[in-house]
Nanobody
Framework: QVRLEESGGGSVQAGGSLRLSCAPS????????MAWFRQVPGKEREGIGQ????????RYADSIEGRFTISQDNANNILYLQMDRLEPDDTAMYYC???????????????????WGQGTQVTVSS
């Protein structure tokens, strides 16, 4: 079982930045496909990007348009999502996800992941 603990959400004005953190436990950190998703009420959970923590480059959804960056701290077993130039449409609940079998496709889909964090709210005001 992989447990995921998220932190770092909050409120910010448009144009600002936030960094989300996800700390997995219960599995070797560098042997996970890890992803970030977001969801607004009434809509499907949207994949933002993912990375295989064993050393592959992160890949992102086109909708992010280069504003978000996934990185990892192997010493402390933390995955980050750096979000810059935030827009009101980025307001959502953000989730970290993990999968032990590896990354399946370029843009993560909800069905690909077995383990989820509790979510952290990001609110961007105009």
């Amino acid at each position: 079982q992989v447990r995921l603990e998220e932190s770092g959400g909050g409120s910010v004005q448009a144009g600002g930045s936030l960094r989300l953190s996800c700390a997995p436990s219960g599995w070797t950190f560098t042997r996970l496909c890890m992803a970030w998703f977001r969801q607004v009420p009434g809509k499907e959970r949207e994949g933002i990007g993912q990375v295989y923590t064993g050393g592959e480059m992160a890949r992102y959804a086109d909708s992010i348009e280069g504003r978000f960056t996934i990185s990892q701290d192997n010493a402390n077993n933390i995955l980050y999502l750096q979000m810059d130039r935030l827009e009101p449409d980025d307001t959502a609940m953000y989730y970290c996800a993990a999968e032990r079998r590896g990354c399946v496709r370029r843009v993560p889909e909800r069905a690909d992941f077995d383990f989820w964090g509790q979510g952290t709210q990001v609110t961007v005001s105009s």
